[in-house]
């Protein structure tokens, strides 16, 4: 049974309030003053939608990484809910010796603890985090989690606090960084060198027998591998900027790299 009230101008408009939960049937059977009822059966069917935890995701960066002790990095985001966000914050936990140093909150929209802030159905959230700002020692773990909220609650039960799958930062020497770049760019450089080779083959195929169907088949395929080289280059020296590296020898490869893909 549900309660009802009614129009004191109008007897004949009733207006009734229940929590819907998972749905159901409304029946109602009236009865007058003369002890009158109805006939026909009056019935009304609600089917609802549940309501689902909302999602939230680290999108950048995109792994696990190892950064040096005054790397800033940019940090992205993603929450999303199927009725409304409440809050959404981002956390880095500094970890010595395997237990948290400390918690520092970096980013907050609107706040997941107060019921009153709200956001839309999703939130994106961008941050440059200065791993100096945490005092980081090498061998240390900067763990990056995001927590997400949503409106939801009913007779003061509310879902449960979303937290993103964690990403993580070791902090290592400036050294070891620089030599992880040079790696990476050491494997680069022999492709490019490759790809110089080849697209050399293919200016002596177009001298000789000018641009057939094969050439251009060639000339496609060496500008995806062209595009897809620079791509890792970029990322390398992104890398190499935001842990403020400063190598002499790393950005003499740098620029070797880059005249030859140029």
Sequence with gaps: EVDFTFDSD?????SIE????TGGDLTLDLVDEHGLVNLDPIRYRFETIEDRVPTVTISRPVSDESVSAKAVVPVTVEARDDVALEGLEVEATLRRGGEDSQIAVIATIADRRNPDSGLD?????????DLSTLDPRGGDEVVLRAIASDNFEIEGVRHPE???????????SDAEVAQQLRSGLSSLRRTAIRLEGEQADLQAMVESRGVDESVRRG???M???IA???EVLESIARRRDRNQIDDPLLEEVLRQSQDILD
């Design 162 to 172: 979303v937290v993103s799958s964690p990403r993580k930062l070791l902090v290592v």
């Design 10 to 14: 109008d007897p004949t408009r009733w």
């Design 223 to 225: 500008g995806d591998r």
């Design 18 to 21: 229940f929590p819907l939960g």
């Design 219 to 221: 000339q496609a395929r």
């Design 121 to 129: 159905t999703s939130a994106t959230v961008d941050v440059d985090l």
């Design 228 to 230: 897809s080289a620079e």
